[in-house]
């Protein structure tokens, strides 16, 4: 396929109300870092079942995409069904998804919390063993 064949889509936008009507098996879109796909034509060939992309349909599958880590050879099939680009002004309307930070220590917190109390806490326990042992 030549590159201006393959590369049509460019310059044309969709708005992001246009492509989360597109969320059924008549027709099928989602977005990938911006670019808007139509895979209606490949769900049934989706190794990974329909099922996978019609939870993604008329949203962000960004993340999912990526977090596949899908080969070489399906980022270049990808390239097949691209129809064109996330309307810039649309683009801060695309939810993030929220970053979970998971700390076991607050960083905030003195070694009191972190070391006394647990210590303190085995002596407890080591003290009241002992002494149920030598009864």
Do not use: C
Not at 7 to 36: D, K, M
Not at 78 to 97: A, Y
């Amino acid at each position: 396929m030549a590159a201006n064949a393959r590369e049509a889509w460019r310059g044309r936008y969709y708005r992001l109300e246009e492509i989360q009507a597109h969320n059924h098996s008549q027709s099928t879109w989602i977005l990938l870092h911006h670019r808007v796909y139509d895979l209606t034509k490949f769900l049934e060939e989706h190794p990974g079942g329909e099922e996978v992309l019609r939870e993604q349909a008329g949203g962000d599958a960004t993340e999912s995409f990526e977090d596949v880590g899908h080969s070489t050879d399906a980022r270049m099939l990808s390239e097949t069904f691209i129809i064109g680009e996330l309307h810039p002004d649309d683009r801060d309307k695309v939810q993030k998804p929220t970053e979970t930070l998971i700390t076991t220590v607050d960083s905030n917190s003195s070694w009191w919390t972190s070391w006394v109390i647990p210590a303190i806490a085995a002596f407890i326990v080591a003290m009241m063993y002992h002494f149920y042992m030598s009864e």
